[in-house]
């Protein structure tokens, strides 16, 4: 064990483990915490990780208390690591101030501007740094799916798609399709990257669709009911639009009554677990 | 839809309904609410139903949220209702004081002493108002289970037991099995019942068992690497005990490096689901 990673916590689950690590990101210059379910298979050597990047609000810990997701990776033999959603520690001008902008909101995306560049980087945080470090110190190999739900579905979009090749399996629950086109991004882009809406285009899974396509199979569920989806944040037309002109292969589900709770996610965890078990076993 | 029972949330979750209610208890004498879980098949007509009476701090959301129960509940047609752990917007002196005492800490029982008689009556709230408040207004019928975790395991015994006849199911997860011995029972005993030792047995499983035994076959699972096992707040011996001397059919599973967390409930929850599924359906 790294001596830079410190185990906060230990829970047996469905034979495996969940367990909290903190340690310090050079990356995000502050101490961070994740969490990761390890299966019972990890005890006999190496397994395969998805990783599951949360929403606005949520920390590592949201996930795996309410998904229910330990039972079918335990079965699969697949361990799931969850970042956090923002740098802490840190007290930035209005950092804490809202919900969907600073802490609990770093939209997965490398922050150009000012005072933000120096601490918002979750992009290379979660496809770079935290990779690193858990291959490092835990039994995980090299064989990784993503996924996440609403701000993380559309972060674990855009690190497959920046990223030809690094993850073999993609998927998303009510993720945030096209943010240069809805408000909850706007608002980000524009505290993250600048004025300059070119800029933005880097960081947008349709856009980044749009243009380079994607050779995954991407499962997405979308619930009808959800409230988020009636006010334009998300917007899976969007992103189905790009998949068809760019022949990505998408499985757009949309499940009627069903919201943006984690309720939802329990509901279909296991098809997207099912779904990761196809490529990543 | 009784007018008094007002609907604050409502998640589609398996097929089925998570729901949440307020409503105004005459019994505690204040504005309580519950969740209450409805199968797919309750909407073709009443279900039978589990009672979950969660631990110390819980509101009814933490079960819900938690345990992942709503796969094998919607799988088998059971509706689940769980309470909250005591009154609710009270301010009696010393009520937040404490996590073990007052709110979030009402242990099911009647409270005998001042000022606490005048709301703490959770014996009388989860085993007659709120039963009649249920099956009322949800699509419930009256054969009835019930479970618990800790505080609300021991709960969970206690009804059962006052009650013959009542309940056809009965299980717990890491009861606090003989109250009257273990530091949380003192404190909470002393509060709410007084200094009189002798009227406490009368709120104590292990005591309820030893002079009447019970029909039902409990099935109780209980971590050995359980902090609480080890402090000796939960003393499954004693209940083991009074069961074999009074003829009880009791199946304490003892589950090796399970602690007393929701991951220890979600991993045996179907275990207990099924058992409640054998008596109920």
Chains 1, 2 share one sequence.
Not at 210 to 229: K, P, T, Y
Request: charged content about 20%; glycine content about 10%; some cysteine.
């Amino acid at each position: 064990m790294n001596k830079h990673l410190e185990e906060i916590a230990a829970n047996r689950s469905f034979g495996g483990w969940h367990k909290r690590f903190r340690h310090r990101s050079t990356v995000l210059d502050c101490e961070m915490e994740f969490g990761v379910y390890l299966p019972p298979s990890a005890e006999k050597g190496p397994v395969p990780v998805l990783w599951w990047l949360s929403g606005l609000t949520c920390t590592d810990e949201n996930f795996m208390q309410k998904a229910g997701a330990h039972q079918v990776a335990s079965e699969l033999g697949i361990a799931i690591v969850c970042p956090d959603t923002s740098p802490r520690g840190t007290d930035l001008p209005g950092e804490h101030d809202s919900y969907d902008f600073g802490s609990g909101a770093g939209f997965y995306l490398n922050a150009a501007t000012d005072p933000w560049r120096r601490h918002y980087r979750m992009y290379d945080y979660v496809t770079d740094e935290l990779p690193a470090v858990v291959s490092g110190d835990l039994p995980v190999n090299d064989v990784q799916g993503i996924s996440g739900h609403s701000m993380g579905g559309h972060g674990a979009l855009v690190c497959a798609l920046k990223n030809p090749g690094r993850y073999r399996s993609l998927s998303a629950f009510a993720p945030i399709s096209n943010p240069t086109r809805c408000a909850w991004g706007e608002k980000a882009f524009t505290g993250y990257l600048g004025d300059d809406r070119n800029q933005w285009k880097d960081w947008d899974a349709t856009e980044l669709i749009g243009n380079n396509g994607c050779d995954l199979e991407i499962l997405v569920d979308q619930g009808e009911a959800d409230n988020f989806l009636k006010e334009g944040q998300l917007r899976p037309e969007s992103l189905e639009k790009a998949c068809q002109a760019s022949s990505t292969p998408l499985n757009l589900r949309m499940q009627p009554g069903y919201d943006h709770s984690y309720f939802f996610i329990a509901t279909f965890i296991e098809d997207h677990l099912q779904h990761h078990g196809r490529f990543l076993r």
